[in-house]
């Protein structure tokens, strides 16, 4: 399996998803169609496949086009039927997706939206976050509450340290600058946004990420961190000692940074 970022509009990503062995590929996100569909002709692959993270525009909105160019299935929360564009195949957790030989499992990830899907590649360990689990980030409560957001991000962090995490926006440098505000002798946390800079000057993309680097770095999986847990504190007095009441004082910075 071969993933290939493709930037698209001002700071997304979609994912080029390659089945290496039949020559197909999924598109993870399809916002814009002429970016993926160089994409795959670089890897010499067809897109057979469509799998959608969330109903978002900047996520969703090449389905239709795609849909009407070439004969693909396309994934997405049965829910969102109606809400994601060109569904062909509306999925559960615990479904099955294949892509050639590839294999994902859609894990529910609410809060950014009630029917927000991440897409786990178990075997290959890639997980696609979409706007839920960002590098060093998550996702604006749109359609959930902090204790939703807390409890989609403990599934995605139950997965093994090496999981690569493919995520939909190139957020990491801002993301990293807010998490040194709230834990500023977290080396990780420092290092990490020297190398982040730098991938940027070069015009390099930060992903992927990976799920231990995220317990190391990301704000929103450190909740227990008390160096967070003294800089929230400070800034809101009125902040208890309870995990969610941490995370959504966090959340609530984020918004405003
Ligand atoms: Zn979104
Ligand atoms: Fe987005």
């Known amino acids: 399996m071969r993933v290939v970022p493709v930037p698209v509009l001002h700071d997304n990503y979609s994912y080029l998803v390659v089945d290496e062995v ?61 809400r994601i564009p060109a569904l062909t195949d509306g999925v559960r957790e615990g479904d099955t997706i294949h892509v050639g030989s590839l294999v994902a499992r859609p894990i529910l990830v609410p809060a950014h939206t009630s029917g927000h899907m991440a897409y786990h590649f178990e075997e290959h360990r890639a997980l696609f976050t979409g706007d839920t689990l960002f590098a060093a980030g ?3 409560l749109f359609e959930g509450d902090p204790a939703q957001m807390m409890d989609s ?36 946390i ?33 909740t227990r961190s008390q160096e967070l847990r003294e800089s929230i504190q400070e800034r809101f007095p009125e902040v208890g000692e309870q995990d969610v009441e941490i995370f959504a004082a966090t959340r609530r910075l984020k918004d405003e940074f």
């Open 22 to 82: 039949e020559k197909v590929a999924a598109v993870v996100d399809c916002a814009e169609v002429e970016p993926m569909l160089a994409a795959a002709q670089a890897e010499g692959a067809t897109i057979t496949a469509v799998l959608s993270t969330h109903h978002h525009y900047d996520h969703v909105g090449g389905n239709e086009e795609i849909a009407a160019k070439l004969p693909v299935r396309v994934y997405g929360n049965a829910d969102d039927d109606g």
């Open 138 to 140: 998550c996702g604006r």
């Open 153 to 188: 991000l403990a599934k995605l962090n139950a997965l093994p340290e090496p999981t690569k995490v493919y995520c939909g926006h190139e957020y990491t440098v801002r993301n990293l600058e807010f998490a040194a505000t709230l834990e500023p002798k977290n080396k990780a």
């Open 190 to 222: 420092s290092d990490k946004l020297a190398w982040s800079a730098a991938r940027r000057r070069d015009g390099q993309p930060t992903v992927p990420s990976t799920i231990g680097s995220e317990r190391s770095t990301n704000p929103f999986l450190r």
